[in-house]
């Protein structure tokens, strides 16, 4: 079945710094993907939607600036938090929809934790 | 503006019982709704979706239904395996079919 690839899966670093975040659809083409931001014992919210050659969809509130997506490619979106502070510590998922259905496929997440 | 709420927010059953999973929505124009797992650190797994046309969805020992006029859905679990221990979410599109709109979880615990 389809996979989505999430890399890393845990990530520490220090404060000021920048972090990059891959997902990748391995055996289909995903000109969108959605990037979810949880916190701890909470739900997933909706940070962004990456849209494959053009800009990414930001939600209200989100920072574009501090978190940057690109999606250069119909496999690969990826999420750059930059210049990281303690409060962006977060656990960061991935999702690509099955081109023409409503199955959405999940990457395993990526736990930041800034120091 | 859609919400999603679920309850409970954390369930602890023996192995064994049947259980019940809630799940509440604001607008009821929805095209469909999903039911996910979720382990701890880790990406959802999708379990059930049901279309806004049915009421109900079955897949082994999971049963979901959907009533979109009172705005609920339930996950049915039957038989329940302490493998079943997870973090239960529901979710609807909010706008754009697969830009979904998560509730707020149940944490479930199965004692063997």
């Known amino acids: 079945g389809a996979v989505v690839s999430q890399h890393p899966s845990r990530v520490i670093c220090k404060s000021g710094t920048s972090v990059k975040i891959e997902c990748r659809s391995l055996?289909?083409?995903?000109?969108?993907m959605f990037w979810y931001r949880q916190f701890p014992k909470k739900s997933l919210m909706l940070m962004a939607t990456?849209?494959?050659?053009?800009?990414?969809?930001?939600e209200q509130g989100v920072e574009k600036d501090k978190f940057l997506i690109n999606h250069a490619s119909l496999t690969l979106s990826t999420l750059t938090v930059t210049s990281a502070h303690p409060e962006d510590s977060s656990f960061y998922i991935c999702?690509?929809?099955?081109?023409?259905?409503?199955?959405?496929?999940f990457g395993s997440g990526t736990q930041l934790s800034v120091l | 503006k859609q919400e999603v709420t679920q309850i409970p927010a954390a369930l602890s059953v023996p192995e064994g019982e049947n259980l019940v999973l809630n799940c509440s929505f604001t607008?009821?124009?929805?095209?469909?709704l999903q039911w996910f797992r979720q382990d701890p650190g880790k990406g959802l797994t999708s379990l059930l979706l049901?279309?806004?046309?049915?009421r109900e969805q079955t897949s082994g020992r999971l049963n979901a239904s959907l009533d979109k006029s009172s705005g609920r859905s339930t996950l049915y679990i039957a038989a329940s395996q302490p493998g079943d221990s997870a973090t239960y979410l529901c979710?609807?599109?909010?706008?754009?079919?697969?830009?979904?709109?998560f509730g707020t979880g149940t944490l479930l615990a199965v004692q063997p």
């Open positions: 055996d289909f083409q995903a000109t969108t």
């Open positions: 049901i279309q806004s046309s049915q």
């Open positions: 999702s690509a929809p099955w081109a023409g259905t409503e199955k959405l496929f």
């Open positions: 979710a609807v599109p909010g706008g754009a079919t697969n830009k979904l709109i």
């Open positions: 607008d009821s124009a929805i095209y469909n």
């Open positions: 990456s849209n494959e050659g053009s800009k990414a969809t930001y």
